[in-house]
């Protein structure tokens, strides 16, 4: 007994230093940690308190720390918390009018510990930030970033460099960039916002809006053209609206970080806008796309003067795709994986789209293959059920319309009455400018039948025919 003791009241005496650990000199909101923008400071809410008078707030906490500054002048300021390890937090204002608070705004953090809230400050407006540790989660590190979000842009922004501009957007401190471009009326332009691949693999996804000469004030003018997501577009100015166009980007909301992209504004060349590149039938065209910029999308047009088979295929060139159109702008398909269109066309004019995605760029090879639609018949002695007797011959004629030339294969049969039919023989001949035959001299009597099938040419579509019959008899005899 003697000997233990002595450790017994070792562990009594480490008892107190445990529980008497001193949580963080601005636990208590009496004694908050003064601030001024911008500032960006570090804290903890390990062993922190929760005083008595609860404040409320998005949600039920175990400890909180808090800051406190005064505005000097009417202005917005941003708060930006990001929590360390584990820790789930809160970030919360709340205006001090002496010793009463009003809550102003809350915000949680985000699967990344991230949290950012933006409030209109008035002057000389005392501010007390609390930071909370959610009730079910682990003690922590943060770090607090307050500061004045940019002020917004205004028209018509300056000249847009000829190639583009690459900047970051940040939904909270600045959240939009205005840049400006003459255009002249009855001129074609090309405009691409395209997100950066970090902005778009976290989420990013920033706006363009297009405004028209004369604009002065963004939230009071309408934009003449939308893309609420970036990506390409065509601008043509009419009669009388050429003059300083203003291109707005703004930051996608409710996105915490930063969202990078790239503008850029050019004239539209033979191959960006109809009446596109001829595509000659058979012809392998070879071309490259940079969605990074602005060569989004390559137009292409081609005739087609009878009912045909078409097959479009594209090589090359991550993702890109093909759109096929009639003369009126309307979508007929699009390409599959395999980057392939194939598909039956009537008479008319048609144009392609080669389009890169978001991002992309490479070199492509496009071919086209255009093919006569055929039809074939065939037909005994004229007929499609003739009847001729036993050692006659008869004439298997054979038509393809439109009149094209090309090889044709011919299968014969026989009816068996017990095993049905039974091939006999193939015939290969040709048609010449849609006409062809050849003399069949049955060796039996019997049921006898022939399908036919045009094997196609390079312009011309394979086809096949229906049946046609010819029974070989004589007269009954009873013997």
Known sequence: MRRTLPLLLLGVLAL???????????????????????????????????????????????????????????????????????????????????????????????????????????????????????????????????FVPTPPPTAPGPQLPKAGVSRTLDQVQDQSDAWSASLRQGGRYRINLSPSDTAAGDDGCVELQVFGPGTKDFDEARPVRTLRCGGYAVIA?????????????????????????????????????????????????????????????????????????????????????????????????????????????????????VSAPAGARGRYRLTRATRTITRTSIAFGGRKRASISPGSTTRVGLRTSPRVSGPVAVTIERFDPLEGWQFDRTVRTRVSNGRGGFGFTPPSTGKWRARAAFKGTRSAAPSTSGLATVTVEGPLRQR
Not at 40 to 62: A, M
Not at 334 to 353: H, M
């Open 16 to 146: 107190p230093a445990t529980a008497s650990a001193a949580p963080p000199s601005n636990d208590a909101r009496t004694a908050p940690r003064e601030l001024s923008t911008p500032a960006s400071v570090t804290g903890t809410t390990v062993d922190s308190t929760l005083e008595t008078d609860e404040l409320g707030g998005c949600q039920p906490l175990k400890g909180s720390v808090y800051y406190e500054l005064t505005a000097a002048e009417a202005k917005t300021i941003t708060v930006r918390l990001a929590a360390q390890g584990d820790l789930d937090a809160t970030v919360e204002v709340f205006r001090r009018t002496r010793s009463q608070l009003a809550a102003v705004d809350c915000e949680s953090s985000d699967d990344k510990g991230r949290a950012e809230l933006s409030f209109k400050a008035a002057k000389d407006g005392r501010y007390l930030i609390r930071v909370g540790q959610r009730l079910n989660s682990v003690a922590g590190t943060f770090s607090l970033d307050v």
């Open 237 to 353: 100015p009419g009669a009388g609206e050429g003059g300083r166009y203003s291109f707005l980007v703004t930051a996608r909301p409710k996105t915490i970080g930063p969202q990078r992209y790239h503008l850029q504004l050019a004239a539209s060349g033979p191959d960006d806008a109809s009446p596109g590149i001829r595509l000659s039938n058979f012809e392998t065209v070879r071309g490259s796309l940079d969605a990074t910029g602005v060569d989004v999308v390559d137009l292409f047009r081609f005739d087609v003067t009878r009912r045909s088979a078409l097959n479009l295929t594209l090589a090359g060139g991550r993702g890109f795709q093909l759109r096929l159109l009639t003369a009126n702008g309307g979508t007929l398909d699009t390409s599959q994986d395999d980057g392939t269109i194939e598909r039956d066309i009537k008479r008319g004019r048609y144009f392609l789209a």
